[in-house]
């Protein structure tokens, strides 16, 4: 594919701002802060190498605001009531910027939430799932971690961060409190109106507060947890689905100023074996295409597993499988707006760069191992074992244990 016939080469309009092109880093936790949830040489290296690779949009991973609800050992903190860490989220933003100014920068923000640790934090949730378990917290903890989002917020935008993804999928807290499984008889818990509290009343409250359409306000969102009681279920023991829910939620956020939703949905990191999950992404992104106005950009997620084409998807010729041909005919049938690599983007970080400037055949594909995920869920250092020694080294010394 030539760059200059692909949509993926065109700037769009977010917000206020605008993304040089139609390629976005997804949010890729990798374990390489500390137990104090500080900066590192890692992280830094990491950030600005997704930098120079030029993205319309990089997500910076999934952090979170208290150390007590950290979902990994080595999670990243930012902490609103913490003048150092606020100091040193300022110099790393600004180190970025330095690299290339014309990235947007959006920092995902979460609690744990049932994510959260029983060994090295503290496991909090609404209602506790078989198998995972959690102690329930109370309205006033819930209210307290409102505050938090919002003044986490208002530090991002007070430091230059163009952006903050409110964390409402994948399992963290606001993802399990709007769960039908959340069926307990409290403020936040029962009829839709009480689980659809916390993201609206956060989402409000931040685009009030930060009232600069300069600073985009959004979320992830996992249209469909895939199991009973599940985010975009029929009813809290059913795992059938049903998007009433995951619908009228995109829309109330939007109505309170979102200008972007990032689609999630179950298998959210889809493996090689069946690569055919992808097309349920592309489905749910059209959905919330059409469910939102046109100027409220929707980022299609998971397409690393396509790569270059190199996958056992069926029914096609080669040229129809890879990840440019499905990212720009997306776009072109107004599927999404924009498009997200994850995994990809850990075997390659300078992906857009080499598409935009016409080195495609240098470009290191992933290969949908998974081994990156599975080092980040035994909380080891993160990175793509198939291209960095290094990773591999860590994988096979975890294999060990
Ligand atoms: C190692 C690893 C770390 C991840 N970290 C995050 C994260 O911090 N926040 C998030 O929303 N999703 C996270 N995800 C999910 C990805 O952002 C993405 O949704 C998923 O990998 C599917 O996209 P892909 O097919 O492009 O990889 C992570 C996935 C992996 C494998
Ligand atoms: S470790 Fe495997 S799945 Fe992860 S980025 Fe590398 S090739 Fe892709």
């Not at 913490?82 to 995902?108: G, H, M, S, T």
């Not at 994850?342 to 594909?365: M, V, Y």
Request: charged fraction near 25%.
């Amino acid at each position: 594919m030539n760059k200059s016939d692909s949509i993926l080469s065109q700037p769009i309009k977010i917000g206020n701002l605008t993304a040089t092109n139609r390629f976005v880093i997804n949010a890729m936790e990798c374990g390489d802060s500390n137990e104090k949830g500080e900066f590192t040489p890692s992280v830094v290296n990491r950030y600005k190498k997704l930098f120079e690779g030029n993205a319309g949009i990089v997500f910076f991973e999934s952090v979170t605001l208290q150390l007590e609800s950290k979902a990994r050992k080595n999670q990243l903190l930012l902490n609103p009531y913490d003048p150092e860490n606020i100091e040193n989220w300022r110099a790393f933003v600004k180190d970025l910027k330095e690299v290339n100014p014309n990235v947007l920068l959006i920092v995902q923000i979460n609690h744990g939430g049932e994510k959260s640790s029983d060994v090295f934090s503290r496991k909090f949730c609404p209602k506790p799932v078989f198998g995972i378990g959690g102690e329930m917290v109370s309205e006033e903890y819930i209210d307290k971690m409102i505050d938090s989002f919002v003044d986490a917020s208002k530090v991002l935008y007070d430091i230059g961060v163009d952006g903050v993804d409110l964390k409402y999928g994948h399992g963290y807290m606001i993802c399990n409190i709007l769960r039908p499984y959340n069926d307990r008889d409290w403020k936040y818990g029962g009829s839709w109106e009480n689980r659809s509290r916390v993201p609206f009343e956060i989402t409000e409250r931040v685009r009030k507060e930060i009232p600069d359409k300069n600073f985009l306000v959004g979320s992830k969102i996992t249209m469909w947890e895939r199991f009973p009681g599940g985010f975009g279920t029929a009813g809290p023991d059913t795992p059938v689905l049903d998007l009433t829910e995951p619908l009228d939620l995109i829309k109330g956020l939007e109505e309170r100023g979102s200008d972007f939703f990032m689609e999630s949905c179950v298998p959210s990191i889809p493996g090689r074996n069946y690569p055919e999950f992808v097309y349920d992404h592309f489905t749910m992104s059209k959905i919330m295409k059409e469910a939102v106005k046109p100027e409220t950009v929707i980022i299609g997620g998971t397409y690393s597993i396509l790569n270059n084409g190199n996958n056992s998807l069926g029914y096609l010729p080669p040229e129809q499988k890879s990840l440019f041909y499905w990212a720009n005919k997306n776009i072109q049938d107004n599927y999404a707006d924009m498009i997200a690599i994850g995994r990809q983007s850990l075997a390659d970080a300078l992906l857009p760069q080499k598409f935009l400037t016409g080195r495609e055949e240098e470009i290191n594909w992933c290969i949908g191992c998974n081994i990156c995920e599975k080092l980040l869920h035994s909380q080891n250092k993160v990175g793509c074992v198939t291209y960095y020694k290094e990773y591999m080294d860590i994988y096979k010394q975890s294999q060990k244990k």
